[in-house]
């Protein structure tokens, strides 16, 4: 049975993620009503615009605030897991 790491705080908006910008949206993430996020994606860079160290990141949408958070992710890490990392449906 495989157990996904903890998200914790640190990991969200780390110093990788500064100046990303997103590129071709990878998959979608719909999230159940208890959580802490309401949606979020799994997008790769922008070749061109992205100045940030991270290639691939999850962008999730808050229930709670406005601005978007970033997470890096591993570019070989297949999206399921992903998913299953964050709790999403």
């Keep these: 049975m495989y157990l996904p790491p903890i998200i914790h705080d640190a990991l969200i ?8 910008v997103p590129g071709a949206i990878e998959s979608v993430m719909r999230f159940g009503p208890h959580s802490r996020w309401r949606a979020g994606v799994i997008a790769d860079c922008s070749a061109k ?20 958070l970033k997470l890096a992710v591993h570019p070989a890490l297949p999206a399921d ?3 299953s990392m964050l709790n999403a449906i």
């Design 81 to 83: 897991v992903i998913k």
């Design 49 to 68: 615009r992205s100045q940030a160290l991270a290639t691939r990141c999850a962008l999730l949408i808050p229930r709670k605030g406005r601005r978007t």
């Design 13 to 20: 908006d780390s110093a990788e993620t500064k100046g990303y």
